[in-house]
């Protein structure tokens, strides 16, 4: 039969053994860390190109897509090539303000509004990009095609 202070004196001796080994791994990995250096800085060098398009859109060159309830105004652009559209970064906004005092949202954009019975309604506009093609997108809210009231101006950018 062991006696209490033999059992108390082998579990301080576990203990003690764990700690030195715990201090010795963490000791060991501290010095073989010291003086190297396993990342490798890269630095590339970017000159970003940058191109800014303006186009008014007439409210009357909209085009109603009864199936999908929603305008749109498609063109070509060949500014917006392969390399662009893979590889650049493209940005698009909505000029809201005047030309004295110009305010650009961007795109995605929804505005609202109420009609003069006070019912709220709402007009969402965004983009689509492809290669070479570019449509902007009026989504009018469920009270469907009321028209565009007014001419958009759209501004776009690319970043390469």
């Not at 010291?34 to 060159?61: A, L, R």
Request: overall charge negative; aromatic content about 16%; proline content about 4%.
């Amino acid at each position: 039969m062991t006696n209490f202070a033999e059992i108390f004196k082998k579990k301080n001796m576990r203990k003690k053994n764990l700690i030195i080994a715990l201090v010795g791994m963490v000791s060991l990995l501290c010095v073989s860390c010291e003086g190297d250096t396993y990342v490798t800085e890269v630095t590339n060098e970017v000159d970003p190109f940058t191109e800014q398009h303006t186009f008014i859109v007439d409210k009357d060159d909209w085009v109603w897509n009864a199936e999908k309830s929603l305008y749109t105004f498609g063109f070509e652009m060949e500014e917006l090539t392969d390399y662009i559209f893979d590889s650049g970064v493209k940005l698009a906004y909505m000029s809201l303000g005047t030309e004295n005092a110009p305010v650009y949202s961007p795109l995605p954009f929804s505005d609202f509004f109420k009609d003069e019975k006070g019912n709220p309604w709402e007009e969402h506009f965004t983009i689509e990009w492809k290669p070479r093609w570019v449509t902007f997108v009026m989504k009018p809210s469920d009270s469907g095609a009321k028209g565009i009231s007014f001419d958009s101006t759209f501004i776009i950018q690319f970043l390469y």
